[in-house]
Structures are given as C-alpha cells and as structure tokens.
C-alpha cells in the first residue's frame, strides 16, 4: 500500500530547516541529494544551484518529510502558497502508474511519470482542484 508524505518547497534554505526539524524529531536523513549530484551535459545545474537540496527526507513515524530548494532559474516559491506537495511512495511502478493516471486525471501534468535523472520513477502534477502531487516508486535494493 502506497504512503502518503509531505513535501515542502523551500527558497534555498531546505537543509537549515531540516537540520531544525531533526533536532526536534531526532533521527537521521534518509537521503540528501544536491542539484549537483543530478547535474548531465543535457540537465546542467547552475553554479548558484549546485549546493541546493535536490530532496531531503528525514523519517518521522512510518513516513517522511520530505522537502527540495527550489532552482532560482524557476523563481522564488511564495511562502504563503504553493509551497507545498503531497507525495505518494508508490509500491511498484504498476501502482505509481495507477495513481498518476487517475489522480491526475483533468489536471496539469507538470513532469510526466518516468525515470527521473536521481534513479527513481517519479511524476509531478496539479490535479483537477489545484493540488499539487509528487508520484515516485524507488525500488528496494537487494
């Protein structure tokens, strides 16, 4: 069964804020990936971006807060909307397809379902309301 959990957009301040979090939920970062770490010839990161948070995710109970540093080639997130997503962890690719296709039915796909360039499969979209979802399924490592 797929989990459900939030993500937040910061504006180049995500690892403070996460730094913050886990002093008051206490545990360690499950992943910390820099826009660096996914720069390609065809994807480059700008050098004011290399250092930004990519993803965060720090595991709170069953689930995770999960959050990313915004690019500044796409602009600053208002910090009184739209900085916020909620982001399903699929179990397979089969049930992340499923949900993508049918939550975001009659919306406005943002980045279609496929394999992203930090190895998992993972979509992004505004459903028909006005929500903002990230779909991503990571495959366990044997």
Known sequence: MALINPHINFNGNAEEAFNFYKSVFGGEFTKIIRLKDISTPEFPIDEIDAE??????????????MANDVPASMGSVNENENRSKICISADSREEADKLFNGLSADGFIEAPI??????????????KFGIEWMVEFEAKEA
Request: hydrophobic share 40%; charged share 20%; no cysteine.
């Open 114 to 127: 496929g394999d992203s360039p930090w190895g998992s499969y993972f979509g992004m979209f505004r459903d």
């Open 52 to 65: 930004k948070i990519m993803h965060i995710a720090l595991p709170i109970g069953k689930n995770s807060l």
